[in-house]
């Protein structure tokens, strides 16, 4: 079956621009992560959705980062105002299961690179 | 602060020879730890995962190690091959909050 898709796979914006990026999970999947990863780094955890619910926005930067998933399918990650910092590829994973229902496999998509110049 | 600490940051392994790739944590609560190996242009990809009452877990040529007391887990691929060129990342989850929290990879090049 299809894996987890995102778009668009890349996307150049100049600073100061808003942009919105786009994660379809697995259908029927409960959970779903985003992550930002710099490059030579690993993935940095940004927010979590149980079903439609954010349980978890800790991770992200600024106030100018905003996630939604509000049939709990698709989600969408909005960056407002970009700033170069922002640049770096964003990863969307879901996994079968929610919260506190034991160990699960997350399945990532390809990612978004975004640059911001 | 890094939540988990991956070792070494680059590896050259010879074809056939044993890659061994290593990550330190300090929470108590991580209830699950993943490896995962991520090609250019793609996403990671989930490789093996073990639970911390188990000391050690294996499937096929990968081999991950635990050691509870250290707070320390490793993965070891058996007679490396060039397809196993990639970079790989250990993970560890957070239980009650379903966070994951990624080691800051190693790249492994194993030569023909």
């Known amino acids: 079956g299809a894996g987890v898709s995102q778009s668009p796979r890349y996307k150049v914006a100049k600073r100061g621009q808003d942009v919105a990026l786009r994660c379809d999970p697995i259908s029927g999947h409960v959970s779903l992560f985003w992550y930002q990863q710099a490059l030579g780094q690993g993935p940095e955890f940004l927010t979590y959705f149980q079903n439609e619910a954010q349980l978890d926005k800790s991770g992200l930067p600024s106030d100018r980062f905003f996630a939604e998933r509000p049939e709990g399918s698709v989600s969408t990650l909005k960056i407002q105002r970009t700033q170069q910092e922002d640049s770096a590829v964003y990863l969307c994973?879901?996994?079968?299961?929610?919260?506190?229902?034991?160990?699960?496999?997350?399945?990532f998509g390809p990612g978004t690179r975004l640059t911001v110049l | 602060q890094q939540q988990v600490k991956q070792s070494p940051q680059s590896l050259i392994v010879q074809k056939g020879g044993i890659s061994i790739i290593n990550c330190a944590y300090e929470n108590t609560a991580f209830d699950y730890f993943p490896w995962y190996q991520q090609f250019p242009g793609k996403g990671p990809a989930l490789l093996i995962a073990?639970?911390?009452?188990?000391s050690e877990k294996k499937e096929g040529r990968f081999t991950i190690s635990f050691n509870k007391s250290a707070k320390q887990f490793s993965l070891h691929i058996m007679d490396s091959q060039p397809g196993d060129s990639a970079t790989y990342f250990c993970?560890?989850?957070?239980?009650?909050?379903?966070?994951?929290?990624f080691g800051s990879g190693t790249k492994l090049n194993v030569k023909p």
């Open positions: 073990i639970r911390p009452d188990v």
């Open positions: 994973a879901s996994s079968p299961r929610g919260a506190g229902v034991g160990a699960d496999t997350q399945y």
């Open positions: 993970a560890a989850r957070l239980y009650n909050f379903n966070k994951f929290y």
